[in-house]
């Protein structure tokens, strides 16, 4: 299967340096017994498209017993997404959604005006020897949707598009790229997928985006023949054709982006707006803790405990 013919095989040589616009060494931080590397927001980059917020978690390996247990906790402003490579996820939501994510499914949760959700590990997986390695990351909604009701929307593997191709594989996790779609609900430009590359093999980035972006999970690839290492993220120059070869133990990539959004947005804690009064109305309702009656509610069956405000 041909599935982009118009780029030149030799392209990653042709490409210049100057084509990559800001290489991200995402920040490590220790939350006990695991580790988060975190890329987005960057100093030097807050976005990426609509991407906003790209944390890669793990690879962490739990005892018998032990999981992850990230308490209910609002958003405003954005879409997360869960996607994870190992371990699994136990959802639940302020909309009712109630789901148990594995590897190569999607969770996508649109936040709106307010939502509050949960994620721990399952008790089936707590049941032995656990692992936890995934992308956590969001994406800011557009302007007239900031405000929408929120939603959840889970998609099995089986429903991603896929695409195999002479040591190319790409799972198409969210919007459009080589000619497939993926079936989340989307409200601004975008693609992001899954990639593995066997060693040598190239990838031809998508063409029909604005922003375009790189992290490298595992591996290395080559670009104008300069070679890039795990846990870093490169965003490229719209508007350059870009071909990147994986190097000689293949790789394993996150790629990203879409459209620029049409104006900046602020982000404090989980949340994210286009004006400062947003996000402080959202702090106000949730340190009130007025559950069900304003914008916030807990989880069904996960109402003991929340994350408080930060000070």
Known sequence: MSWNPAIDPACPDEVG????????VPRARDLGGFEVRR??????????????????????????GQGIDVRPHPHIGLGTVTYLYRGDFHHRDSTGADQIIRPGELNWMVAGRG??????????????????????TW?????????????????????????EDRGVSVRLILGDAYGQKAPATMFSETFYADVTLEAGCRLPMPD??????????????AVAGQEYEAAQMMVFRPGDRITVAAGGRGARLMILGGATLGGPRYIWWNFVASSKDRIEQAKAEWRAQ????????????????????PD
């Open 115 to 136: 939502v509050t959700h949960s994620e721990r590990t399952s008790a089936a997986a707590r049941g032995g020897p656990n692992s936890l390695f995934g992308i956590q």
């Open 208 to 221: 029909n985006h604005e922003d375009r972006g790189i992290y490298i999970l595992e591996g290395s690839i």
């Open 290 to 309: 007025d559950w069900g009656r304003g914008r916030f509610d807990l989880p069904i069956d996960d109402r003991d405990e929340h994350i408080p405000l």
């Open 139 to 163: 994406l800011a909604l557009p302007d007239g949707r900031e405000d929408m009701a929120p939603f959840f929307e889970h998609h099995g593997k089986e429903a991603l598009p896929t695409i």
């Open 39 to 64: 890329a987005l927001p960057a100093p030097s980059r807050q976005m990426v498209g609509p991407f906003i917020f790209f944390d890669q978690a793990g690879p962490a390996e739990l005892l018998t």
């Open 17 to 24: 340096l100057d084509a990559i616009e800001t290489l991200i």
